[in-house]
């Protein structure tokens, strides 16, 4: 009988031990294993490696995992991309810096696909690429787009954007609209194989202050398709199979008081249709995109601010300046990010995709970074 119960004792404790897998529900985003990671905001200082972006990427299983790295700009314009492969339970580290400045990126370990050639480990950029790529995502016309501009001129030498990471089948050049790049099924150069773990910080130097967060986590599955708002909607008919994001936020606030306390709200946006180069000097369609924004004091006293205090794809705006003079000390956000889009290639109108995040400050010591509220999600519209 002893043996009998050391037995069942030892039974139980492998089950017990064993893996189990993370079981997350489509439409109600986690930070779970996933096919696609979203940064939805990175700033580099151009001047000296003071304000930076650094990311990490985890492959959370014992499978190897090969993804792709895709830089966009402030108004979704794709510039660079690179390929990164992990060995299971793997992990990259990346300072954004290193790239806009120095035009390296980290290697990666194992042996990747044979498509992966020439590809990994990534070569350096030299110094006319990375001018370009600094230009590109300062708002000034770079010569590999032919004199054109990609993002928007805030007259400083920060770069700013926002950054995907996709699960890939093999190393391609081809871009998210490209034929091929979704194939239902994860059958194409994307894969729709949920493994990839992410998060970031934005560190300051300058205040000797830091904040993070993980970075969204879009889960794969096979069966979402054109009935539903998926991530890259944009680009396919729902062919990327990845869930979608809310378009409804909540989120507090801290503005000046006793504390001295400060509040940037980083927001991504969904352009709804593909983003090109275009003309220095001008702002492409669809921008500025319009919000409903309303603030709350602790007393419930509200004030709104409609039209474009988010106006970008990916922007950081403080709480209390120009673009969002919110005349409250203390209280909360309500941000509805839905809008019609001339043009859109997303046929949900006027649902619109979205991300938010908030940065607090007080007392010029403390800082602490965290996710808005989700109040919806589009994924089944």
């Known amino acids: 009988m002893r043996c009998l119960r050391r037995s069942l004792f030892l039974a139980l404790a492998l ?3 064993a893996p189990v897998p993370i079981l997350a529900e489509i439409g109600s985003l986690e930070p779970t294993p996933a096919a696609t990671l979203l940064l939805p905001y990175f700033e580099v200082d151009l001047a000296g490696p003071t304000v930076t972006t650094l990311f990490a990427v985890t492959n ?3 499978a190897p995992a090969l993804a792709k790295v895709t830089l966009w700009t402030d108004l979704g314009v794709p510039t660079y991309d690179f390929h990164i492969y ?5 992990v990259a580290t990346f300072n954004v810096a290193d790239l806009f400045l120095r035009g390296t990126v980290p290697g990666g370990g194992g042996t990747p696909p044979g498509s992966c050639a020439g590809a990994i480990p990534v070569p350096a950029l030299d110094s006319t690429a ?3 790529l600094q230009a590109q995502h300062t708002g000034r016309g770079s010569s590999q787009f032919g004199g054109l501009c990609a993002a928007v001129d805030h007259g400083d030498a920060i770069a700013r954007g926002f950054l995907t990471v996709d699960m890939m089948n093999n190393c391609t050049s081809n871009l998210h609209a490209g034929p091929g790049f979704f194939i239902g099924g994860g059958g194409g150069d994307a894969s729709n194989a949920n493994q990839l773990l ?3 910080f934005y560190v300051d130097q300058r205040d000797g202050k830091a904040e993070g967060s993980p970075m969204v986590h879009l889960e794969a599955d096979d069966s979402l398709r054109a009935s539903n708002y998926t991530f890259y909607r944009r680009f396919t008919a729902g062919e990327d199979q990845r869930e979608g994001l809310p378009s409804q936020f909540a ?7 006793a504390l ?3 509040s940037d709200v980083q927001v991504w946006r969904d352009s709804k249709r593909t983003m090109a180069p275009f003309a220095c000097g001008t702002l492409p369609r669809p921008y500025p995109l319009d919000s409903q924004i309303t603030a709350f004091d602790e007393q419930e006293t509200s004030v709104c601010f409609c039209g474009h205090p988010f106006p970008y794809a990916a922007q950081r705006v403080t709480v209390g300046s120009i673009a969002l003079p919110v005349p409250f000390d203390f209280g909360w956000l309500l941000l509805n990010f839905d809008t019609p889009v001339t043009g859109s290639q997303v046929p949900f109108e006027p649902l619109a995709q979205a991300w938010a995040s908030v940065v607090m400050r007080a007392a010029g010591r403390f800082s602490v970074g965290m996710d808005a509220f989700q109040l919806n999600n589009l994924t089944n519209p």
């Open 198 to 200: 992410g998060d970031y």
């Open 60 to 62: 959370a299983r014992a």
């Open 260 to 262: 001295d306390a400060a």
């Open 15 to 17: 089950v017990l031990l």
């Open 130 to 132: 990375r001018a370009d």
């Open 86 to 90: 992990l060995t299971g339970y793997d």
């Open 251 to 257: 989120l507090r606030y801290l503005n000046g008081g």
